[in-house]
Antibody, heavy 117, light 107 residues
Framework: EVQLLESGGDSVQRGGSLRLSCAASGFTFSNYAMSWVRQAPGKGLEWVSGITGSGDKTYYADSVKGRFTISRDNSRNTLYLQMNSLTAEDTAVYYC??????????WGQGALVTVSS | DIQMTQSPSSLSASVGDRVTITCRASQNIRRYLNWYQQKPGKAPNLLISGASSLQSGVTSRFSGSGSGTDFTLTISSLQPEDFAVYYCQQSDIAPLTFGGGTKVEIK
């Protein structure tokens, strides 16, 4: 069974940093691209970032480019999102998602990030 | 960036109704269009990929159609478990983008 388990969500002050992790199991992790998708309270879904299976290519939404860094450790079956210079607009539930051709066929349960001023 | 516009943003319907949700892309995305269902407090769930391919385990009440810029999600006979928010998403070109969502409520 495919499972994705996010961790690292927390409350942080504006301007602070946080690193999210997503532990994957039940599939050959290195064969699949992965993404982070977020959802602000009461709002819709927003794609944040994606990374290819080998990790050689990364992609970002304009809203996080230069502040967030996606990475992966295929030996540990783990996806990461390093978030710096956080603002209130980054407050959201962050989901990691397994991507087949950038179609999100499996999602984690989400990690809540709250940025306070 | 490709903009995805869903309509309506919300609708009220009764059990047994046929429901149609539309999604329009700001440029040609061929058939790189996916539909997700999200229930309160839960992660989204993939229903349809490639505009019309039903995911394994998803009821055949759901169907998708379209190509290019115009797409539809149809629920043939609405059931109580179908009340949720539905999102379209283009998977053609990064940055990947979602529609604003359609909330399907009970009439």
């Amino acid at each position: 069974e495919v499972q994705l388990l996010e961790s690292g969500g927390d409350s942080v002050q504006r301007g602070g940093s946080l690193r999210l992790s997503c532990a994957a199991s039940g599939f050959t992790f290195s064969n699949y691209a992965m993404s982070w998708v977020r959802q602000a309270p009461g709002k819709g879904l927003e794609w944040v970032s994606g990374i290819t299976g080998s990790g050689d290519k990364t992609y970002y939404a304009d809203s996080v480019k230069g502040r967030f860094t996606i990475s992966r450790d295929n030996s540990r079956n783990t996806l990461y999102l390093q978030m710096n210079s956080l603002t209130a607009e980054d407050t959201a539930v962050y989901y990691c998602a397994k991507a087949g051709g950038w179609t999100f066929d499996c999602w984690g349960q989400g990690a809540l990030v709250t940025v306070s001023s | 960036d490709i903009q995805m516009t869903q309509s309506p943003s919300s609708l009220s319907a009764s059990v047994g109704d046929r429901v149609t949700i539309t999604c329009r892309a700001s440029q040609n995305i061929r058939r790189y269009l996916n539909w997700y269902q999200q229930k309160p407090g839960k992660a989204p769930n993939l229903l349809i990929s490639g505009a019309s391919s039903l995911q394994s385990g998803v009821t055949s009440r759901f169907s998708g159609s379209g190509s290019g810029t115009d797409f539809t999600l149809t629920i043939s006979s609405l059931q109580p478990e179908d009340f949720a928010v539905y999102y379209c998403q283009q998977s053609d070109i990064a940055p990947l983008t979602f529609g604003g969502g359609t909330k399907v409520e009970i009439k």
